[in-house]
């Protein structure tokens, strides 16, 4: 049971860093877009 949980929460753990990068992506790219014009 331990082993399972850990496995969902290392998924759940990883999909949730990948959309924070993801969006803390989009929003610098955004400010640079907005400082360059």
């Keep these: 049971m331990i ?3 850990l496995d969902y ?3 759940w753990y ?3 860093t990948n959309f924070l ?3 803390f992506k989009s ?3 955004k400010r ?4 360059w014009e």
Excluded: A, N, Q, R
């Design 27 to 29: 929003m610098t790219y």
């Design 3 to 5: 082993g399972i949980h």
């Design 9 to 11: 929460f290392s998924i």
């Design 21 to 23: 990068k993801s969006t």
């Design 32 to 35: 640079v877009l907005i400082e």
């Design 14 to 16: 990883k999909l949730g």
